[in-house]
Protein backbone atom coordinates (compact mmCIF):
# COMPACT_ATOMS: atom_id res chain seq x y z
CA UNK A 1 0.00 0.00 0.00
CA UNK A 2 0.92 3.78 -0.68
CA UNK A 3 0.38 4.81 2.87
CA UNK A 4 3.28 2.17 4.11
CA UNK A 5 5.77 4.45 1.71
CA UNK A 6 4.72 7.25 3.07
CA UNK A 7 4.69 6.30 6.71
CA UNK A 8 8.35 4.64 6.23
CA UNK A 9 9.31 8.14 5.00
CA UNK A 10 7.40 9.50 7.80
CA UNK A 11 9.49 7.30 10.64
CA UNK A 12 12.73 7.87 9.20
CA UNK A 13 12.46 11.67 9.03
CA UNK A 14 10.81 11.74 12.31
CA UNK A 15 13.61 9.38 13.92
CA UNK A 16 16.44 11.42 12.12
CA UNK A 17 14.93 15.27 13.14
CA UNK A 18 14.43 14.11 16.33
CA UNK A 19 18.27 12.59 16.73
CA UNK A 20 19.19 15.82 15.05
CA UNK A 21 17.30 17.84 17.64
CA UNK A 22 18.88 16.05 20.86
CA UNK A 23 22.43 16.28 19.02
CA UNK A 24 21.92 20.21 18.64
CA UNK A 25 20.76 20.18 22.59
CA UNK A 26 23.45 18.30 23.89
CA UNK A 27 26.35 20.00 21.79
CA UNK A 28 24.22 23.04 23.26
CA UNK A 29 23.59 25.04 19.89
CA UNK A 30 20.30 26.52 19.33
CA UNK A 31 19.78 24.39 16.19
CA UNK A 32 18.93 20.61 14.32
CA UNK A 33 22.57 19.32 13.82
CA UNK A 34 22.31 17.16 11.01
CA UNK A 35 18.75 15.53 11.28
CA UNK A 36 17.66 15.33 7.67
CA UNK A 37 21.09 13.53 7.23
CA UNK A 38 20.68 11.27 9.97
CA UNK A 39 16.82 10.77 8.35
CA UNK A 40 18.38 9.94 4.97
CA UNK A 41 21.15 7.19 6.05
CA UNK A 42 17.97 5.97 8.15
CA UNK A 43 15.72 5.31 4.96
CA UNK A 44 19.06 3.93 3.10
CA UNK A 45 19.42 1.50 5.62
CA UNK A 46 16.15 0.82 5.78
CA UNK A 47 15.27 0.29 2.49
CA UNK A 48 18.24 -2.29 1.83
CA UNK A 49 17.30 -4.29 4.63
CA UNK A 50 13.74 -4.37 3.40
CA UNK A 51 14.92 -4.79 -0.27
CA UNK A 52 16.82 -7.76 0.41
CA UNK A 53 13.88 -9.41 2.66
CA UNK A 54 11.93 -9.21 -0.15
CA UNK A 55 8.96 -6.77 1.36
CA UNK A 56 9.02 -4.02 -0.21
CA UNK A 57 6.50 -3.99 -3.20
CA UNK A 58 6.44 -1.93 -6.04
CA UNK A 59 3.33 0.20 -4.34
CA UNK A 60 5.43 0.99 -1.03
CA UNK A 61 7.90 2.36 -3.01
CA UNK A 62 6.03 4.38 -4.88
CA UNK A 63 4.82 6.02 -1.57
CA UNK A 64 8.70 7.32 -0.94
CA UNK A 65 9.34 7.81 -4.59
CA UNK A 66 6.19 10.48 -4.79
CA UNK A 67 7.53 12.64 -3.10
CA UNK A 68 10.76 12.66 -4.62
CA UNK A 69 9.52 13.52 -7.21
CA UNK A 70 7.54 16.53 -5.59
CA UNK A 71 10.93 17.41 -4.59
CA UNK A 72 11.77 19.90 -7.56
CA UNK A 73 7.79 21.50 -7.12
CA UNK A 74 8.84 21.96 -3.82
CA UNK A 75 11.84 23.58 -4.20
CA UNK A 76 10.30 26.27 -6.63
CA UNK A 77 7.74 26.68 -3.81
CA UNK A 78 10.97 26.95 -1.69
CA UNK A 79 12.56 29.75 -3.79
CA UNK A 80 9.44 31.94 -3.76
CA UNK A 81 8.98 31.75 -0.26
CA UNK A 82 13.04 33.49 0.22
CA UNK A 83 13.41 36.73 1.05
CA UNK A 84 14.61 38.06 -1.85
CA UNK A 85 13.22 41.52 -1.20
CA UNK A 86 15.85 41.72 1.64
CA UNK A 87 18.82 40.49 0.21
CA UNK A 88 18.69 42.89 -3.03
CA UNK A 89 17.98 45.70 -1.21
CA UNK A 90 20.89 45.44 1.63
CA UNK A 91 23.15 46.79 -0.84
CA UNK A 92 26.84 46.01 -1.74
CA UNK A 93 28.28 44.62 1.61
CA UNK A 94 25.18 41.93 2.27
CA UNK A 95 25.91 40.98 -1.87
CA UNK A 96 29.08 40.80 -1.43
CA UNK A 97 29.59 38.50 1.99
CA UNK A 98 27.61 36.31 0.42
CA UNK A 99 29.19 35.94 -2.98
CA UNK A 100 32.80 36.00 -1.89
CA UNK A 101 32.67 32.94 0.58
CA UNK A 102 31.00 31.09 -2.00
CA UNK A 103 33.19 31.59 -4.77
CA UNK A 104 36.23 30.53 -1.95
CA UNK A 105 34.86 27.43 -1.03
CA UNK A 106 33.88 26.57 -5.12
CA UNK A 107 37.60 27.38 -5.68
CA UNK A 108 38.31 24.69 -3.42
CA UNK A 109 36.31 22.15 -4.37
CA UNK A 110 38.82 20.57 -7.34
CA UNK A 111 41.21 20.32 -4.73
CA UNK A 112 39.22 18.29 -2.37
CA UNK A 113 37.84 16.05 -5.02
CA UNK A 114 40.96 15.26 -6.28
CA UNK A 115 42.19 14.83 -2.56
CA UNK A 116 39.78 12.00 -2.21
CA UNK A 117 39.34 10.60 -5.25
CA UNK A 118 37.34 7.58 -5.07
CA UNK A 119 38.41 4.36 -6.32
CA UNK A 120 38.12 3.98 -10.24
CA UNK A 121 35.50 1.45 -9.67
CA UNK A 122 33.50 3.24 -7.41
CA UNK A 123 33.63 6.88 -9.43
CA UNK A 124 32.62 5.16 -13.10
CA UNK A 125 29.90 2.45 -11.29
CA UNK A 126 28.05 4.04 -8.91
CA UNK A 127 26.62 7.29 -11.09
CA UNK A 128 23.54 6.48 -11.73
CA UNK B 1 -13.80 38.65 -4.53
CA UNK B 2 -14.59 38.51 -0.28
CA UNK B 3 -15.42 34.90 -1.82
CA UNK B 4 -12.08 34.49 -3.29
CA UNK B 5 -10.08 35.83 -1.24
CA UNK B 6 -11.09 33.35 1.91
CA UNK B 7 -11.46 30.41 -0.15
CA UNK B 8 -7.99 30.36 -1.53
CA UNK B 9 -6.51 31.22 1.79
CA UNK B 10 -8.43 28.33 3.40
CA UNK B 11 -7.60 25.58 0.57
CA UNK B 12 -3.88 27.76 0.34
CA UNK B 13 -2.03 24.35 -0.24
CA UNK B 14 -3.94 22.81 -2.53
CA UNK B 15 -3.60 26.39 -4.88
CA UNK B 16 0.03 26.49 -4.50
CA UNK B 17 -0.03 22.65 -5.68
CA UNK B 18 -1.77 24.33 -8.59
CA UNK B 19 0.46 27.30 -9.04
CA UNK B 20 3.62 25.46 -9.12
CA UNK B 21 2.25 23.20 -11.24
CA UNK B 22 1.74 25.79 -14.20
CA UNK B 23 4.85 27.13 -13.44
CA UNK B 24 6.68 24.08 -13.88
CA UNK B 25 5.36 23.44 -17.35
CA UNK B 26 5.72 27.04 -18.36
CA UNK B 27 9.37 26.60 -17.42
CA UNK B 28 9.32 22.74 -19.35
CA UNK B 29 8.21 25.49 -22.37
CA UNK B 30 10.47 27.73 -21.90
CA UNK B 31 13.59 25.64 -22.11
CA UNK B 32 12.53 23.83 -25.23
CA UNK B 33 11.55 26.59 -26.89
CA UNK B 34 14.13 29.67 -26.19
CA UNK B 35 17.46 27.57 -24.52
CA UNK B 36 16.49 24.65 -26.59
CA UNK B 37 16.99 22.53 -23.22
CA UNK B 38 20.58 24.00 -22.49
CA UNK B 39 19.01 25.41 -19.13
CA UNK B 40 16.94 22.91 -17.60
CA UNK B 41 13.11 23.90 -17.18
CA UNK B 42 13.48 22.91 -13.40
CA UNK B 43 16.34 25.78 -13.36
CA UNK B 44 14.34 28.26 -14.96
CA UNK B 45 11.11 27.21 -12.88
CA UNK B 46 13.48 27.73 -9.64
CA UNK B 47 14.61 31.46 -11.30
CA UNK B 48 10.65 32.38 -11.65
CA UNK B 49 10.51 31.14 -7.80
CA UNK B 50 13.09 33.64 -6.93
CA UNK B 51 11.25 36.43 -8.90
CA UNK B 52 7.91 35.86 -7.78
CA UNK B 53 8.95 35.62 -4.28
CA UNK B 54 10.70 39.34 -5.06
CA UNK B 55 7.88 40.82 -6.17
CA UNK B 56 6.05 39.21 -3.25
CA UNK B 57 8.09 40.74 -0.92
CA UNK B 58 8.00 44.11 -2.50
CA UNK B 59 3.94 44.06 -2.88
CA UNK B 60 3.71 42.81 0.65
CA UNK B 61 6.55 44.38 2.59
CA UNK B 62 6.86 40.82 4.36
CA UNK B 63 9.63 38.28 4.62
CA UNK B 64 8.32 34.90 3.43
CA UNK B 65 8.18 36.38 -0.61
CA UNK B 66 5.31 35.08 -2.12
CA UNK B 67 3.98 33.64 0.85
CA UNK B 68 2.70 36.68 2.48
CA UNK B 69 0.75 37.83 -0.68
CA UNK B 70 -2.79 36.57 1.11
CA UNK B 71 -4.13 34.58 -2.38
CA UNK B 72 -0.35 32.48 -2.06
CA UNK B 73 -0.34 32.11 1.52
CA UNK B 74 -0.05 27.94 0.71
CA UNK B 75 3.26 28.97 -0.93
CA UNK B 76 4.26 28.84 3.12
CA UNK B 77 3.44 25.38 3.63
CA UNK B 78 4.66 24.14 0.43
CA UNK B 79 7.97 25.37 0.19
CA UNK B 80 8.23 25.10 4.17
CA UNK B 81 10.80 23.89 5.88
CA UNK B 82 8.87 20.37 6.93
CA UNK B 83 7.87 19.61 3.13
CA UNK B 84 11.17 20.40 1.65
CA UNK B 85 13.08 18.45 4.42
CA UNK B 86 10.54 15.57 4.11
CA UNK B 87 10.95 15.56 0.54
CA UNK B 88 14.69 16.27 0.54
CA UNK B 89 14.73 12.49 2.50
CA UNK B 90 12.60 10.58 0.21
CA UNK B 91 15.69 11.46 -2.45
CA UNK B 92 18.20 9.29 -0.08
CA UNK B 93 15.74 5.97 -1.71
CA UNK B 94 17.82 5.90 -4.60
CA UNK B 95 21.09 6.95 -3.12
CA UNK B 96 24.30 4.28 -2.28
CA UNK B 97 25.50 4.16 0.78
CA UNK B 98 28.91 2.84 -0.70
CA UNK B 99 29.31 6.45 -1.95
CA UNK B 100 28.46 7.88 0.89
CA UNK B 101 30.66 5.62 3.31
CA UNK B 102 33.81 6.53 0.94
CA UNK B 103 32.91 10.12 1.00
CA UNK B 104 33.26 10.26 5.03
CA UNK B 105 35.93 11.91 5.66
CA UNK B 106 36.42 14.42 2.91
CA UNK B 107 32.63 15.78 3.73
CA UNK B 108 33.37 15.83 6.97
CA UNK B 109 36.60 18.20 5.88
CA UNK B 110 34.57 19.88 3.46
CA UNK B 111 32.44 21.23 6.33
CA UNK B 112 34.89 21.93 8.52
CA UNK B 113 36.96 24.11 5.51
CA UNK B 114 32.91 25.22 4.38
CA UNK B 115 32.00 27.58 7.44
CA UNK B 116 35.79 28.88 7.93
CA UNK B 117 36.71 30.00 4.89
CA UNK B 118 32.94 31.57 4.25
CA UNK B 119 33.60 33.19 7.98
CA UNK B 120 36.53 34.18 6.64
CA UNK B 121 35.37 35.17 3.57
CA UNK B 122 32.83 37.51 4.79
CA UNK B 123 34.74 38.80 7.65
CA UNK B 124 37.44 39.97 4.85
CA UNK B 125 34.00 41.97 3.08
CA UNK B 126 33.08 43.41 6.89
CA UNK B 127 36.97 44.30 6.89
CA UNK B 128 36.65 46.36 3.47
CA UNK B 129 33.41 47.29 4.30
CA UNK B 130 35.08 49.85 7.59
CA UNK B 131 33.46 47.35 10.57
CA UNK B 132 36.40 47.33 12.95
CA UNK B 133 34.56 45.67 16.35
CA UNK B 134 34.59 42.12 16.86
CA UNK B 135 31.23 41.57 17.45
CA UNK B 136 29.74 42.77 14.21
CA UNK B 137 32.65 40.89 12.27
CA UNK B 138 31.99 37.61 13.81
CA UNK B 139 28.77 38.36 13.18
CA UNK B 140 28.71 39.42 9.43
CA UNK B 141 31.29 36.47 9.21
CA UNK B 142 28.51 33.80 10.40
CA UNK B 143 26.03 35.34 8.45
CA UNK B 144 28.64 34.21 5.17
CA UNK B 145 27.60 30.89 6.10
CA UNK B 146 24.32 30.44 6.44
CA UNK B 147 21.48 32.76 7.47
CA UNK B 148 20.70 30.92 10.10
CA UNK B 149 24.04 30.95 11.85
CA UNK B 150 24.72 34.72 11.55
CA UNK B 151 21.45 35.77 13.78
CA UNK B 152 22.66 32.91 16.39
CA UNK B 153 25.60 34.12 16.72
CA UNK B 154 24.35 37.47 16.90
CA UNK B 155 22.69 37.14 19.41
CA UNK B 156 25.02 34.88 21.56
CA UNK B 157 28.31 37.80 21.01
CA UNK B 158 25.66 40.69 21.39
CA UNK B 159 26.01 42.20 18.17
CA UNK B 160 23.97 45.29 16.86
CA UNK B 161 20.34 44.49 15.53
CA UNK B 162 21.58 46.26 12.07
CA UNK B 163 24.30 43.59 11.86
CA UNK B 164 22.49 41.15 12.66
CA UNK B 165 19.79 42.30 10.01
CA UNK B 166 22.82 42.32 8.15
CA UNK B 167 24.03 38.96 8.49
CA UNK B 168 20.26 37.72 7.92
CA UNK B 169 20.85 39.52 4.14
CA UNK B 170 24.36 38.23 3.42
CA UNK B 171 23.05 34.30 3.95
CA UNK B 172 20.16 34.81 1.91
CA UNK B 173 22.56 36.53 -1.13
CA UNK B 174 24.41 33.21 -0.52
CA UNK B 175 21.26 30.97 -0.83
CA UNK B 176 20.60 32.65 -3.95
CA UNK B 177 23.57 32.57 -5.38
CA UNK B 178 24.31 29.10 -4.98
CA UNK B 179 20.86 28.26 -6.65
CA UNK B 180 21.10 30.12 -9.34
CA UNK B 181 25.10 29.73 -10.13
CA UNK B 182 25.39 26.18 -9.27
CA UNK B 183 24.19 24.80 -12.62
CA UNK B 184 26.24 27.46 -14.42
CA UNK B 185 29.85 26.46 -12.40
CA UNK B 186 29.03 22.25 -12.57
CA UNK B 187 30.75 21.79 -15.55
CA UNK B 188 33.74 23.53 -14.98
CA UNK B 189 33.82 22.10 -11.52
CA UNK B 190 33.79 18.65 -12.14
CA UNK B 191 30.25 18.46 -10.50
CA UNK B 192 28.59 15.68 -12.08
CA UNK B 193 29.37 12.78 -9.84
CA UNK B 194 27.72 11.95 -6.15
CA UNK B 195 31.43 12.23 -4.32
CA UNK B 196 31.65 16.10 -5.68
CA UNK B 197 28.16 16.92 -4.61
CA UNK B 198 28.64 15.65 -1.12
CA UNK B 199 31.88 18.06 -1.07
CA UNK B 200 29.88 20.65 -2.72
CA UNK B 201 27.40 20.39 -0.12
CA UNK B 202 29.56 20.56 2.79
CA UNK B 203 31.30 23.60 1.37
CA UNK B 204 28.49 25.08 0.43
CA UNK B 205 26.02 24.44 3.43
CA UNK B 206 23.16 26.28 2.84
CA UNK B 207 20.43 23.56 1.82
CA UNK B 208 18.03 25.46 0.32
CA UNK B 209 20.62 27.02 -1.88
CA UNK B 210 22.40 23.34 -2.57
CA UNK B 211 19.30 21.52 -2.85
CA UNK B 212 17.82 23.63 -5.25
CA UNK B 213 21.08 24.09 -7.17
CA UNK B 214 21.84 20.27 -7.26
CA UNK B 215 17.83 20.07 -8.45
CA UNK B 216 18.50 22.40 -11.18
CA UNK B 217 21.50 20.79 -12.36
CA UNK B 218 21.00 17.12 -12.24
CA UNK B 219 18.47 15.43 -9.35
CA UNK B 220 19.84 12.78 -8.76
CA UNK B 221 22.82 14.59 -6.92
CA UNK B 222 20.90 16.06 -4.46
CA UNK B 223 20.78 13.41 -1.93
CA UNK B 224 24.38 13.14 -1.60
CA UNK B 225 24.73 17.35 -1.53
CA UNK B 226 21.81 17.70 1.07
CA UNK B 227 23.51 14.47 3.48
CA UNK B 228 26.73 17.26 4.31
CA UNK B 229 25.11 20.29 3.87
CA UNK B 230 22.20 19.13 6.81
CA UNK B 231 25.47 19.23 9.35
CA UNK B 232 26.39 23.09 8.33
CA UNK B 233 24.19 24.44 9.80
CA UNK B 234 24.41 23.17 13.13
CA UNK B 235 28.02 22.73 12.83
CA UNK B 236 28.65 26.61 12.12
CA UNK B 237 25.95 27.87 15.19
CA UNK B 238 28.67 25.54 17.03
CA UNK B 239 32.02 27.06 15.92
CA UNK B 240 31.02 31.01 14.83
CA UNK B 241 29.85 32.01 18.50
CA UNK B 242 32.80 29.52 20.61
CA UNK B 243 36.01 28.78 18.93
CA UNK B 244 35.90 31.47 16.00
CA UNK B 245 34.67 34.19 17.72
CA UNK B 246 37.54 33.48 20.34
CA UNK B 247 40.19 33.10 17.57
CA UNK B 248 38.79 36.82 16.26
CA UNK B 249 38.87 38.36 20.14
CA UNK B 250 42.72 37.29 20.22
CA UNK B 251 43.19 38.76 16.53
CA UNK B 252 41.01 42.00 17.01
CA UNK B 253 40.97 42.45 20.59
Redesign the interface.
Known sequence: MIIYGVAL??F??IT??LL?EY??LL???????????F???L???I??WLHKKGYLDALT?AG?????Q???????????????????S?GL??????????????A???F??R??R??PT??HG??? | MEILTKFLDKNGLVFAFLVVGVIMYGSGILSVKLTHKKIPGSAIAILIGLVLAYLGGIYSNGQKGLADVPFFSGFGLMGGAMFRDFAVVSTAMGASLLVMRSTGWVGALSLFLGIVLSFLGGVLVALLWGYTDTESLTTIGAGACTYIVGPVTGAAVGASSDVIALSIAAGVVKTIVVTIGTPFIARSIGLDNPHTAMIFGGLMGTTSGVTAGLAATDPKLVPYGALTATFYTGLGCLLCPSVLYLLMRMVFG
Open positions: LACYGQGLGIGVNANVGGVGAMLLVLNDEVQFWSMYIPIIVAMAATQNVRVAVSIALFAGLVPVIICITIPLSLSPTQSDSH
